[in-house]
């Protein structure tokens, strides 16, 4: 099959999605880095109908793009006017962007309802609109919008719509199905259908509402399509839209087809966090190829196996886009887990096999109890540091208080905590907003003097998890705790039928393993003989 | 086509997903659940790796299910013993399961690195694996694992695994995309190209590594697979499984196969909670079909369509699987959603529109905040009786402490209460398991002498989630509540940054609503005239 185009609609599309939004210099960011990986283009917005998306068209012409052409979308021009006279349209030339991707209707209902025109001003509109932006020195890209469900209702007419486009002088011309609602052997197959009809090269535009996003993009490549539209982690409206992150690896790995160079897929990764960050949405842990748990293995059976050879439990080296493996720690391991951990950690010299079985049983001990290592490496690994290498936290609690009170609606949380930090005796107190984070700010106020690093460490995550909900508020509860030092994140955990103790024990592994990483680093970078192998979180 | 069977693996290979694990009365519940909406199988556990999943299979065993045949899951016998003698068998038999799901090797590449045995041993292995289980009574399903790969591989030896299956007397034969590589073309060639060798019904099991999992169960449906293996909302090991609730709503709106019964589909949304809430996973606001997102509009021309027809927009009317559409910005959304409330509770007579829409505004600011009256009807129908009915609760707190001191590993909490109980001021005291539990008791002391009947409340359930966890400590956490009577339960809200305040709007909501039950049962047994329709809660 041919090389494929990719066509990122990220920052059009994707802000459609509940919750996205993204400032004109978010976007200018983006952009660059879709350009630096290769993406073919890249489109900025829809000036017509969002004025703030000219901001961004007037910035990214102050930067030279190495791969990408910028694209702006509109829609054809209203019924019964002069294109040149569509208010719509001027603004899209005012973008002035190399290509303007253009939609119009295929589907006859829509036409009757959405649009309240007649089925021939439909056509003049298609085809005078692509005409118009071509006069104005603009490559044109027609997006047939609804085309699938067009063609099931009234195949002819839809025909007649790409037809439109074709005279109009349009330069490719994209299949959509919008609503999200169409399988993969239909798609396959209407494809195959137009590309015998039209002969001007085909793409691809799919939405995500039956899950088959990522599939029909695929079976559409698959019928002969050169372009694929579609979002960084399939960001969108309703569902979203096709996740170009899952489409481009499969595309290279699969179908052995190029779109973005080879090089670049080992970015994928790292462009998934990027945008992820700047939409300030969670990275999805479990996202085909890019999560954090997209090579985590749990059961005992598969890390036996994987020792032996990673390929019998993983598609493709998690390497080649730019993740990793992991290893779980839970209660459907086996030593196999643990030997794995120990070589990640370059622990494992001179550690004897009963041992092993005794931390083991240990462990699952911890996680009969409640404790879980899964997301909670910080507090795995101290524990191996504990048991073979005889780590002791630098400092230790002599008593804690906390007080809460409520009055008038008002609620006042204290924590009052006297320490022994390096041998010195700490004893001061702090406020918070609630009992956790007044706990949380108060060990961290003991700690400052003695390691001011402390203040580098941002607690990012802190969830609560209540075991075994029937004992109503007597019950167990578990805390996990994300702390990040800007660059990587770990995890640590606690448990206990007080969540106050939960949260201490998980604040307290968070800054002891932050510290132990620190130490580390600094070795490392102190050159040989330093002690390797730190957890590196999630970096 | 033919119908299809829907065997879930939520309670064995979903629980493999990274952070999934249950509590074996949770599976209970979630297999109860199953049963109810007519799931053609449940697979309970593991009972060869996991002694924990026996208690399971005590404990479904109490139960009479209408539809759902649970099944056990374990591998072929090791090489070398006798099938008899293979200790991972005796278990998977003493489960007393009426079928028992084997998996065993496809690929000579894993028989060789994984189980190190040789091929024609592996054969043996399935083959008296299958008849011996089924000498014990049991049906038999032989999953076929890494099937695809295999049989890339090495289609030969693949298809004779099939056949040593097959001889053995297995019911199903399930091909396995394990690794989840590969493409919907091929599963569709595959499967195809294995009907016409192996005359046992077929079925599918994949995983989601390349966002394809769905789109590749329904291409194996296409090729004539009779049976669809997955889990609720994808959960599973890596990306997930594949998700059952997209899979079944695509059978029957897009392919009219039905799996579960057609009256079931409409609980396909609050199935997809229920199992969230139980695995303490965020809901998909994103997830097809029954997401909170799947069918929320934002874009101008969508909603300005939409409100000429919702078809414009929307591939299926999201009723048919129990989600609704929203409006993001339009006020109208909620009304209607509003009234349906009032009709089930039968408060709606004499409400002004007016009313509707201060309330509506009212509630949507309470949901910003982070409230969810989902599994919190008590809360919901409270509010409802404040703003229509005058109701007040006979109990308001004057002023709440809380201490808590940890000292040498113990922790001692303790509640200090002022309360006005019907007018007469309470002052008391009360120790606890924790702070949360301090306060739950000292709460029902301070109500114990006026109201005698809350010593028959007790809570049931606790459950806290972290809101906006980007905000460690300081974030906003949501309490979730379930107290019962012995007959019913009822759940209540609280929200707060702090959880002592969030844990107290939700006991103090938990109370308060148990009491309006009893004082209405009371007036229903006086007979007519009584206020009617208090939600009946889980009875």
């Known amino acids: 099959m041919p090389n494929v185009e990719i066509y990122d609609t990220t920052l059009r599309d994707g802000t459609q999605g509940e919750g996205i939004s993204f400032s004109a210099k978010d976007k200018v960011k983006i952009a660059l880095k879709l350009d630096a990986l290769g993406f073919h283009y890249v489109e900025g917005g829809y000036p017509g109908s969002n004025p703030k998306d000219l901001q961004f068209f007037d910035l990214i012409k102050e930067h030279k793009l190495k791969n990408a052409r910028v694209t702006a979308f509109g829609s054809t021009r209203r019924?019964?006017?002069?294109?040149?006279?569509?208010?719509?349209?001027?603004?899209?030339?005012?973008?002035?962007?190399a290509v303007a991707t253009i939609f119009g209707k295929t589907w006859d209902f829509?036409?009757?309802?959405?649009?309240?025109?007649?089925?021939?001003?439909?056509?003049?509109?298609?085809?005078?609109?692509?005409?118009?932006?071509?006069?104005?020195?603009?490559?044109?890209?027609?997006?047939?919008?609804?085309?699938?469900?067009?063609?099931?209702?009234?195949?002819?007419?839809?025909?007649?719509?790409?037809?439109?486009?074709?005279?109009?002088?349009?330069?490719?011309?994209?299949?959509?199905?919008?609503?999200?609602?169409?399988?993969?052997?239909?798609?396959?197959?209407?494809?195959?259908?137009?590309?015998?009809?039209?002969?001007?090269?085909?793409?691809?535009?799919c939405h995500n509402d039956c899950e088959l996003a990522v599939a029909n993009s695929l079976m559409a490549v698959k019928a002969g399509v050169v372009q694929v539209q579609g979002t960084i982690n399939g960001y969108g409206e309703r569902c979203g839209n096709a996740n170009l992150i899952s489409i481009i690896p499969s595309l290279a790995f699969k179908y052995r087809v190029e779109s973005i160079p080879e090089k670049s897929l080992v970015e994928l990764t790292e462009l998934s966090r990027f945008v992820s960050e700047l939409a300030n949405m969670h990275p999805m842990s479990n996202q085909p190829y890019v999560g954090g748990s997209a090579f985590a293995h749990k059961g005992g059976v598969h890390v036996s196996a994987l020792l032996k050879n990673p390929q019998t439990y993983?598609?493709?080296?998690?390497?080649r886009v730019g993740n990793r493996r992991r290893v779980l720690i839970s209660e459907l391991s086996g030593v196999s887990n643990l030997l794995y951990k120990y070589q990640e950690l370059d622990l494992g010299l001179g550690i004897e096999k009963e041992d092993n079985k005794k931390l083991l049983q240990e462990l699952k001990e911890l996680e009969n109890q409640g404790y879980q290592f899964e997301g909670a490496e910080g507090s795995f690994e101290l524990r191996l540091r504990k048991a073979f290498h005889g780590y002791v936290e630098p400092f230790s609690l002599e008593n804690l208080k906390i007080l809460i009170e409520m009055r008038d609606g008002t609620v006042y949380s204290e924590a009052i905590i006297k320490m022994n930090v390096n041998g010195r005796v700490v004893h001061t107190a702090?406020?918070?907003?609630?009992?956790?984070?007044?706990?949380?700010?108060?060990?961290?106020?003991?700690?400052?003097?003695?390691?001011?690093?402390?203040?580098?460490?941002?607690?990012?995550?802190?969830?609560?998890?209540?075991?075994?909900?029937?004992?109503?508020?007597?019950?167990?509860?578990?805390?996990?705790?994300?702390?990040?030092?800007?660059?990587?994140?770990?995890?640590?955990?606690?448990?206990?039928?007080?969540?106050i103790e939960a949260s201490w024990q998980a604040l307290v592994d968070s800054i002891a393993y932050g510290l132990l990483r620190l130490e580390n680093q600094d070795e490392d970078e102190a050159g040989p003989g330093a002690i390797t192998g730190v957890f590196r979180g999630k970096c």
Not at 79 to 97: F, I, K, M, Y
Request: net charge negative.
């Open 110 to 205: 829509h036409v009757k309802y959405a649009l309240q025109t007649t089925l021939e001003e439909n056509l003049r509109m298609i085809r005078e609109t692509v005409a118009y932006l071509k006069q104005q020195g603009q490559e044109v890209f027609y997006d047939a919008e609804h085309f699938f469900d067009g063609y099931a209702a009234n195949s002819a007419y839809a025909l007649a719509t790409l037809r439109a486009a074709r005279d109009g002088g349009a330069a490719r011309i994209i299949l959509c199905d919008t609503n999200g609602g169409r399988m993969p052997d239909e798609i396959h197959r209407v494809v195959s259908d137009v590309a015998r009809e039209i002969d001007v090269p085909l793409g691809i535009h």
């Open 79 to 97: 019924p019964g006017v002069e294109a040149a006279g569509d208010e719509n349209l001027r603004q899209l030339v005012r973008a002035g962007t």
């Open 430 to 499: 702090a406020e918070g907003n609630g009992p956790v984070n007044a706990l949380d700010n108060a060990l961290r106020k003991a700690l400052e003097e003695s390691y001011p690093q402390v203040e580098k460490m941002q607690l990012s995550d802190y969830k609560v998890r209540v075991l075994d909900e029937k004992d109503g508020t007597e019950a167990v509860v578990r805390v996990l705790v994300e702390t990040g030092d800007g660059h990587c994140a770990w995890g640590t955990v606690g448990v206990s039928s007080n969540i």
């Open 314 to 319: 993983e598609h493709i080296e998690p390497e």
